[in-house]
Every structure is written in C-alpha cells, then in structure tokens.
C-alpha cells in the first residue's frame, strides 16, 4: 500500500525553524515528483513548494522564497521541507503529495495522486 507520512510539525515562536520530513512506504520515491501543500482554516490548499524526482528542479510560492527549502534523499526515501524565520502567517497543516514523474514538478493539488495525513505547524508566541 503506498503511503506517505508526514512528520516533525510542531509548535514554534516567529522567527524559528521547523524541518518537516515526509516519508514514503510502499514504494520507492525515485521516480516520484513530491510537493508540499499547505491548508489554514477556512482557506484553501495552496501550493507551497515542489521538486522534481531528480531534484534538478524546485519550485516554491512567493510567500515563501527565501525562507523554505525544500530537498530529498532518495536513498532514505523521504523528502524534507526546511522552514526558517517563521511567521504567524504560515500557520496550516502541512501535506505532501506525490505523482509518478521523471522529468517535472507542479505546484497544483490536482496534479498529484498521493497524498499523506498532514502535519500541523503552528507559528505563534
């Protein structure tokens, strides 16, 4: 059964750090495009950044250039997000998704076809 599980959210003072991990079983993440997404309430699930199997390509929103990094080690297969000076505003749960892709990523929900639980990180004093 493939899954992904997402880990590591949590609750952090503005300006800290947070790393989620997302973790597949049931199959390998190789050849797999992975994108992080985002959900606060009463909004919808937005794109927050994507890389592509190979990790040649990365994408992130414009609300979090600069601040979050995403990578992979397909060897552990699990791929991180690196959340640095947080704000209020990036409070959501966190999912990752995942599509069958060897060349490209995307940042729209609707393009992948795995999804895992979600993981809520709360920014706040």
């Known amino acids: 059964q493939l899954q992904l599980v997402e880990s590591w959210g949590g609750l952090v003072q503005p300006g800290g750090s947070l790393r989620l991990s997302c973790a597949a079983s049931?199959?390998?993440?190789?050849?797999?495009?992975i994108g992080w997404f985002r959900q606060a309430p009463g909004k919808e699930r937005e794109g927050v950044s994507c890389?592509?199997?190979?990790?040649?390509?990365?994408n992130y929103a414009d609300s979090v250039k600069g601040r979050f990094t995403i990578s992979r080690d397909n060897a552990k297969n699990t791929v991180y997000l690196q959340m640095n000076s947080l704000k209020p505003e990036d409070t959501a749960i966190y999912y990752c998704a995942a599509r069958f892709s060897r060349t490209v990523a995307a940042l729209a929900p609707a393009w992948y076809d795995y999804w895992g639980q979600g993981a809520q990180v709360t920014v706040s004093s």
């Open positions: 049931g199959f390998t993440l190789d050849y797999y495009a």
């Open positions: 890389i592509s199997s190979s990790a040649r390509r990365t």
